[in-house]
T-cell receptor
Framework: AQSVSQHNHHVILSEAASLELGCNYS??????LFWYVQYPGQHLQLLLK??????LVKGIKGFEAEFIKSKFSFNLRKPSVQWSDTAEYFC????????????FGQGTELSVKP | ETGVTQSPTHLIKTRGQQVTLRCSSQ?????VSWYQQALGQGPQFIFQ???????GRGNFPPRFSGLQFPNYSSELNVNALELDDSALYLC??????????FGEGSRLTVL
C-alpha cells in the first residue's frame, strides 16, 4: 500500500535556525507531492507542491522542498525559521491517476522558540 | 481563506448516535473529499465524490457514507457512532488540478 512517512514527530528550533523536515513516500510510479501547514486553530494550507519539472520547488513564506526520485524523498527546508513558523507540517502524496486520493504523513510539529 | 466552509465547527454526540457534517465547496470545484484527522495523526482519506458519484474510498466501514449535491456541496454521515470516531473531519475541494483546498473542519467528540 502507498504510504508517506515523516521522520520527526516534534522538532524544536530557535529563531533563525535552519529547518529540514524529512518525508519519504513508498509508491514507485508517478506521484504528485505536497507539503501542507496547519497553524494552531486554522485550516490546512498548501505550502508547496511538486508535479513535474524542476525537482527544487519553492513555496510560500520562504519554504522550499527537493524531490529526489532515487530516494523517494521530498524534504522540506527553510534557511531561517521564525517564531510564526510554529505549526504542524504534513507531507502528502497523490498517486497519479488514482482518483486524487491524498495520502498524508503523520505530521511534524514544529516549535520555534523566540 | 480557501472558500471551503464546514458546519458545525464543533459537536458532541454519544455512542450509537448518528451525525451529519456539511461542507460547502469552493465555486467551480466539482470534486470533494473527506478526511478524518485523529489527534496527533495526519488526515486519513474517507472518500471522494465527483459530480455526485463516489469515486474513491479509503479504509472506512460502510457506516461512513456521503452525498454530493448538484451545487457540489457535500455531506458526511456517520451512523452508530463509536468512541474512536472522535476526530477532526476535514472537507476538501478541488477543481481537478491536483491541489486540494481544505475547510477548517468539524470537530466531533463522541462520549
Amino acid at each position: 500500500a502507498q504510504s508517506v512517512s515523516q521522520h520527526n514527530h516534534h522538532v524544536i528550533l530557535s529563531e533563525a535556525a535552519s529547518l529540514e523536515l524529512g518525508c519519504n513516500y513508498s509508491y514507485g510510479g508517478t506521484v504528485n507531492l505536497f507539503w501542507y501547514v496547519q497553524y494552531p486553530g486554522q485550516h490546512l494550507q498548501l505550502l508547496l507542491k511538486y508535479f513535474s519539472g524542476d525537482p527544487l520547488v519553492k513555496g510560500i513564506k520562504g519554504f522550499e522542498a527537493e524531490f529526489i526520485k532515487s530516494k523517494f524523498s521530498f524534504n522540506l527546508r527553510k534557511p531561517s525559521v521564525q517564531w510564526s513558523d510554529t505549526a504542524e507540517y504534513f507531507c502528502a502524496a497523490v498517486v497519479y491517476n488514482q482518483g486524487g486520493k491524498l495520502i498524508f504523513g503523520q505530521g511534524t510539529e514544529l516549535s520555534v522558540k523566540p | 481563506e480557501t472558500g471551503v466552509t464546514q458546519s458545525p465547527t464543533h459537536l458532541i454526540k454519544t455512542r450509537g448516535q448518528q451525525v451529519t457534517l456539511r461542507c460547502s465547496s469552493q465555486s467551480g470545484h466539482n470534486t470533494v473529499s473527506w478526511y478524518q484527522q485523529a489527534l496527533g495523526q495526519g488526515p486519513q482519506f474517507i472518500f471522494q465524490y465527483y459530480r455526485e458519484e463516489e469515486n474513491g474510498r479509503g479504509n472506512f466501514p460502510p457506516r461512513f457514507s456521503g452525498l454530493q449535491f448538484p451545487n457540489y456541496s457535500s455531506e458526511l454521515n456517520v451512523n452508530a457512532l463509536e468512541l474512536d470516531d472522535s476526530a477532526l473531519y476535514l472537507c476538501a475541494s478541488t477543481p481537478g488540478t491536483g491541489e486540494l483546498f481544505f475547510g477548517e473542519g468539524s470537530r466531533l467528540t463522541v462520549l
